[in-house]
């Protein structure tokens, strides 16, 4: 069921490359490019519901939605909504890490065998770190370990999570890695080990954890697990609904690498204080390593971020831009920020294909419009 990020980074191919502004329009409560820029990507790729954001440091300044809950059921989606953020969820797993570093509970440079103390770690693991981890390239593979048969055991396994994800990361890091040590290899696998790797060090679930060092922080109230239910739109495959009473997502067991949910206005929330928006929440130093790629082999990955140089992103030039897609094929998420200049954008649909083309479309309509306002 999960889609592999591994393309993430067309995200980044699809950054505006366009020169420097010498200032950026101020985000306002109405903005009549972005409305008519998400009218028209809205039309043309047609997805069920479609919703974008402008955002600073100070969080949401402008947002728009259009379509439905769930295609022909006739309820509009609103702004209070929440969606299923994929692979997004990564930037905050790792977020979460660096608020442990601050705390003195966790290391960038911490070993996975000094985090496992309890597992049997193949010394080929020996100068594999945490931080690997989060840069996806520790050499762990999703190749042998995330297959159809872990996902369809995985949905019934009733266990408790952290013991669920405590036998993942046991399985992954018994042999030597697999792919190679240092070079990037995207994988869910990286961040379900991670999880595990928090709940070793804190002593509760990552769920837990995430509420405490995350949403609670930010005042993230309605962010979840899993696809949302109630009042909410669901999630689409091929234009057909997907009950989230049913298999609407994957295991929760993955849920480090890609099962948050939240509003659009409590995403913006978590990417403002990504740019510097919530300094009481993480020191400037853990933010900065947080966004910062590893060095080594391309592409430019921080942690949980792709990260390229794009002309309008900096303060009077060029600049980093972070950005990230999620999808668990039956939603899309887009994110893209400039942090030097306290500028980003969100854009996101209930559906994998068609939310696809209209988030990327649409986000890089977004961009140029801000970026040549």
């Given at each position: 069921?999960?889609?592999?990020?591994?393309?993430l980074?067309?995200?980044?191919?699809?950054?505006p490359v366009?020169?420097?502004?010498?200032?950026?329009?101020?985000?306002?409560?109405?903005?009549?490019?972005?409305?008519?820029?998400l009218?028209?990507?809205?039309?043309?790729a047609?997805p069920?519901a479609?919703?974008a954001?402008?955002v600073?440091?100070?969080?949401?300044?402008?947002?728009?939605?259009?379509g439905?809950?769930?295609a022909g059921a006739?309820d509009a989606?609103t702004?209070?909504d929440r969606?299923?953020l994929g692979?997004?969820?990564k930037?905050?797993t790792?977020?979460?890490?660096?608020?442990?570093?601050?705390?003195?509970?966790?290391?960038?440079?911490?070993?996975?065998a000094?985090?496992?103390p309890?597992?049997?770690?193949d010394?080929?693991?020996?100068?594999?770190?945490?931080?690997?981890?989060?840069?996806?390239?520790?050499?762990l593979?999703?190749?042998g370990?995330l297959?159809?048969?872990?996902?369809?055991?995985?949905h019934?396994?009733?266990r408790?999570?952290p013991?669920?994800?405590?036998?993942f990361?046991?399985?992954?890091?018994?042999?030597?890695?697999r792919?190679p040590?240092?070079s990037?290899a995207y994988?869910?696998?990286?961040?379900?080990?991670?999880?595990?790797?928090i709940e070793?060090?804190t002593?509760?679930?990552?769920?837990?954890?995430?509420?405490?060092e995350?949403y609670a922080?930010?005042?993230?109230?309605?962010?979840g697990?899993?696809?949302?239910?109630g009042?909410?739109p669901?999630?689409?495959?091929?234009?057909v609904?997907?009950?989230?009473?049913?298999?609407?997502?994957n295991p929760?067991?993955l849920?480090?690498a890609?099962?948050?949910?939240m509003?659009?206005?409590?995403?913006a929330?978590?990417?403002?204080?990504?740019?510097?928006?919530?300094?009481?929440?993480l020191?400037?130093?853990a933010?900065?390593?947080?966004?910062t790629?590893?060095?080594?082999s391309?592409?430019?990955?921080?942690?949980?971020?792709?990260?390229?140089?794009a002309?309008?992103?900096?303060?009077?030039?060029?600049?980093?831009?972070?950005?990230?897609?999620?999808?668990?094929?039956?939603?899309?998420a887009?994110v893209?920020a400039a942090?030097?200049r306290?500028?980003?954008?969100?854009?996101?649909?209930?559906d994998?294909a068609?939310?696809?083309?209209?988030?990327?479309t649409?986000?890089?309509r977004?961009?140029?419009?801000r970026a040549?306002?």
């Amino acid at each position: 069921m999960f889609a592999t990020r591994r393309a993430l980074l067309g995200s980044l191919a699809a950054l505006p490359v366009l020169g420097a502004c010498p200032a950026l329009a101020r985000v306002r409560n109405t903005d009549a490019a972005a409305e008519a820029a998400l009218d028209a990507v809205f039309a043309e790729a047609a997805p069920p519901a479609l919703a974008a954001g402008i955002v600073t440091r100070e969080g949401l300044g402008w947002a728009g939605v259009r379509g439905l809950r769930r295609a022909g059921a006739g309820d509009a989606a609103t702004l209070e909504d929440r969606w299923h953020l994929g692979s997004n969820t990564k930037a905050m797993t790792a977020a979460v890490c660096g608020r442990l570093v601050d705390q003195g509970r966790a290391r960038w440079a911490m070993p996975l065998a000094e985090a496992f103390p309890g597992l049997t770690v193949d010394p080929a693991w020996a100068g594999i770190t945490l931080d690997d981890l989060m840069h996806h390239r520790a050499g762990l593979l999703d190749a042998g370990l995330l297959d159809q048969a872990w996902l369809i055991a995985a949905h019934g396994d009733q266990r408790p999570l952290p013991e669920q994800r405590t036998a993942f990361a046991a399985r992954a890091l018994a042999v030597p890695p697999r792919g190679p040590v240092g070079s990037f290899a995207y994988g869910n696998g990286n961040y379900i080990v991670l999880g595990a790797a928090i709940e070793a060090l804190t002593g509760q679930a990552w769920e837990a954890t995430m509420q405490a060092e995350l949403y609670a922080p930010l005042g993230l109230t309605t962010a979840g697990f899993g696809p949302p239910r109630g009042e909410a739109p669901w999630g689409h495959q091929g234009g057909v609904g997907i009950d989230p009473a049913g298999l609407a997502d994957n295991p929760r067991a993955l849920g480090p690498a890609g099962t948050v949910h939240m509003s659009l206005a409590d995403y913006a929330r978590f990417v403002a204080a990504m740019m510097g928006g919530a300094p009481g929440w993480l020191s400037e130093a853990a933010r900065r390593h947080l966004l910062t790629p590893a060095a080594g082999s391309p592409p430019s990955y921080g942690a949980g971020w792709g990260v390229v140089n794009a002309p309008w992103a900096g303060v009077g030039g060029p600049g980093p831009a972070i950005t990230h897609n999620g999808s668990n094929t039956m939603w899309f998420a887009t994110v893209l920020a400039a942090p030097e200049r306290g500028l980003g954008f969100i854009t996101l649909s209930n559906d994998g294909a068609a939310g696809q083309q209209a988030c990327t479309t649409l986000i890089r309509r977004l961009a140029e419009t801000r970026a040549t306002a």
